[in-house]
């Protein structure tokens, strides 16, 4: 400890001796020594327990220099020679309020714990700050701010702070964990109060410490300068095709009503889903913050499925039932092609011969053409499970759809990252890229990529070899399926990395890797090889409407169609992420910056030109993940900003998806 804050632990235990009348032989067992400045000056706070050490004799002094008077033994409620309690004196009260106004917040400084792995530190382990709590970076200040608390660090710690960030603000206090105070081997630590301009202070100082220049009203430049690109992007690319005449192609055939750079037309409407929509998007405002943040972990999983799926279905009912079933019913897509698949083997041997325009009149259709056959097996089983309905369909894949967010939530959780999945919920739950993901395909492909990354995070955080192995199988089974329902996931193994290195754990991706080979090497053995059929794929994507689509405008625009996807406030979190990245939890900083490498790999290849609103989905919620940088004055007007992108799209827009 400094010098600053050694004296007034003596007091503490002085104090909650006197007050609560525990001999003092009882306190010796779980007595908190002092730290050597060389220690200190590495910042290590180490406790040590021992049972047999007598106590430190306590001075007048130390207690003095304090600001806190010595308790009266005669009437405090201390023992006496006899062993027994005096009554405890009015005066004990007024001693236990100043002591707790001179006291300081302790900050709790954990050795692997916190930040995410399984294992506390015990009394005979140093609890050092490694990582620290996600939110305290700084160097500690001097006083108690650093002092050490006996026994096991507080689990989860920081989802306290969390739950109860705006309740420290209200009272001024800095809460350790739910409740009024904590006993830790025998020592007990009282929650105490910050006087309110310090909390002020710890606020502001959090908020400058991300390394921003700020304007003189104390707006964050980089998040604000990020939003205004993204903003001047999409109208850009909607602006300059009708101002300059350029034919873009965002359909095969052109149309006055081509609302560029989305595949989408104009067409403004309203419909059963509008009054739905709009009271979800009133409520979210209103209550997600406050859910996000005090929710139990199992409590917050369920509304944000249930959320999403509310979400989806209302702003796809805004079309009526048309809204869900249409898409899968159009002839270019999966359900057709289904439901005249009788022979699966047969199916898969003639697939590659199958997929270039010169096998016409048996070509496959677009999209089935466009991925490889694991999406379209996926329907071929709905259909024999007697679910290829368009609606019936249509109704399970927004299901399925809905637990995107779910598997992103828990892949981060599970990577010590609770805080940023909390602040990053309500975006990845009420955005704009809730009209792609209902109904779509690829949202089921985003759903099967997030539940695999999840499976290999838990598989990396796994106590025992056995359940990581398990998850770590499973996680290759996915994602190895993944592979075969879309030519650009293989991709995903960015994001798979991303998650081996925030977990620090590379044993699961030997399982992982061999099981997701499998995978391929089973619909290789069944007639598909992967290999094979990518070239032809390139020649029948070069044969098609990607040729007459100018790169000179896709190449930019695409990313205009991905910011209306996720929504304007994507630019505002990965500015925000780009200038604040020391203070970003490893994992979301890994997985964003594997997604961003994702997407401009995929852009550059020159494979994606348009439509990418729905092929570039299972990247769109680890982008989001930025979003849990931005500052909590941004965030009820962020989410409105990102829910009205939504409904106004919906509205205006036929989307094909």
């Known amino acids: 400890m400094t010098s600053c804050s050694a004296t007034v632990q003596p007091a503490l235990v002085t104090f909650w001796r006197s007050s609560t009348g525990v001999p003092e032989a009882s306190v010796g067992q779980a007595e908190v020594q002092k730290i050597d400045s060389a220690a200190h000056s590495h910042g290590r706070d180490v406790v040590h327990g021992h049972v047999d050490a007598p106590p430190q004799p306590l001075d007048d002094e130390a207690v003095a220099g304090a600001g806190v008077p010595r308790p009266d033994p005669g009437a405090d409620g201390t023992p006496t020679s006899d062993g027994h309690l005096r009554p405890t ?98 020592l007990h630590v009282p929650t105490v109060d910050m006087p309110r301009n310090e909390s002020r202070d710890e606020e502001s100082w959090m908020e400058t410490r991300a390394g921003e220049t700020r304007t003189g009203d104390g707006r964050p430049i980089a998040a604000w300068a990020g939003l205004l690109i993204a903003l001047a992007l999409v109208l850009l690319a909607i602006a300059l095709p009708r101002l300059l005449d350029w034919q873009v192609y965002s359909h095969g055939t052109p149309s006055p009503e081509d609302v560029p750079p989305l595949h989408a037309l104009w067409e403004p409407k309203v419909g059963p889903g509008t009054v739905p929509a709009l009271l979800i998007a009133v409520l979210g405002w209103r209550y997600a913050w406050t859910w996000a943040e005090r929710l139990t972990w199992p409590r917050l999983l369920m509304a944000t499925y249930a959320v999403g799926l509310a979400w989806l279905l209302a702003l796809a009912y805004v079309d009526g039932s048309a809204g869900i079933s249409r898409v899968l019913g159009n002839p270019y897509e999966y359900l057709e092609t289904a439901r005249a698949t009788t022979d699966i083997p047969a199916m898969l041997q003639e697939f590659v011969d199958r997929i270039p325009y010169a096998a016409a009149p048996d070509n496959w259709v677009t999209h089935v053409a466009g991925h490889p056959p694991g999406a379209l097996l996926f329907f071929v089983v709905l259909d024999r499970l007697g679910l290829a309905g368009d609606l019936s369909a249509g109704l399970i894949v927004t299901g399925i759809a809905a637990s995107t967010s779910v598997a992103v939530l828990v892949a981060l959780r599970a990577l010590g990252a609770e805080i940023s999945a909390r602040r990053a919920a309500p975006f990845l739950v009420l955005g704009p890229a809730a009209l792609w993901a209902a109904v779509s395909a690829d949202a089921v492909i985003a759903a099967v990529a997030a539940w695999g990354l999840a499976a290999l995070a838990l598989g990396a955080a796994a106590p025992r070899r056995g359940w990581m192995v398990a998850w ?79 790169a000179s405008y896709w190449m930019w625009a695409n990313l205009a169609a991905l910011t209306l996807c996720a929504g304007p406030l994507l630019g505002a979190g990965l500015a925000r992420l780009l200038v604040a990245r020391r203070d970003a939890e490893r994992a979301v900083l890994l997985l964003v910056g594997a997604a961003v490498t994702a997407i401009a790999i995929a852009d550059l290849s020159r494979m994606s030109k348009g439509e990418v609103e729905r092929i570039w989905l299972p990247f769109v919620p680890w982008l989001l993940l930025s979003t849990a940088l931005l500052p909590e004055r941004w965030r009820s007007a962020g989410l409105a900003v990102q829910m009205g992108t939504a409904l106004v799209l919906q509205h205006l827009l036929y989307t094909s998806w």
């Open 89 to 186: 004196g009015p005066h004990v009260v007024q001693q236990r309020q100043k002591l707790l106004r001179v006291e300081r917040p302790v900050a709790i400084h954990e050795g692997d714990v916190v930040a995410g792995r399984r294992q506390q530190p015990s009394m005979d382990r140093r609890a050092v700050p490694g990582h620290r709590l996600g939110h305290d970076r700084r160097p500690p200040p001097c006083g108690l701010r650093r002092g050490v608390v006996a026994g096991a660090v507080v689990d989860h710690s920081d989802g306290e702070l969390a739950r109860h960030g705006r309740q420290e603000r209200r009272e001024g206090r800095t809460l350790v964990t739910a409740g009024e105070d904590q006993v830790t081997h025998g």
């Open 472 to 550: 770590s199988a499973l996680a290759g089974l996915l994602l190895g399926y993944c592979v075969m329902m879309s030519y650009g996931m293989p991709l995903l193994g960015l994001l798979a990395v991303a998650v081996l290195f925030a977990a620090k754990a590379w044993q699961p991706f030997v399982v992982a890797a061999l099981s997701a080979s499998a995978v391929v090497l089973c619909f290789a053995a069944g007639g598909f090889a992967l290999w094979e059929a990518f070239p032809v794929l390139q020649e029948r994507y070069w044969d098609g409407v990607a040729a007459d689509r100018p």
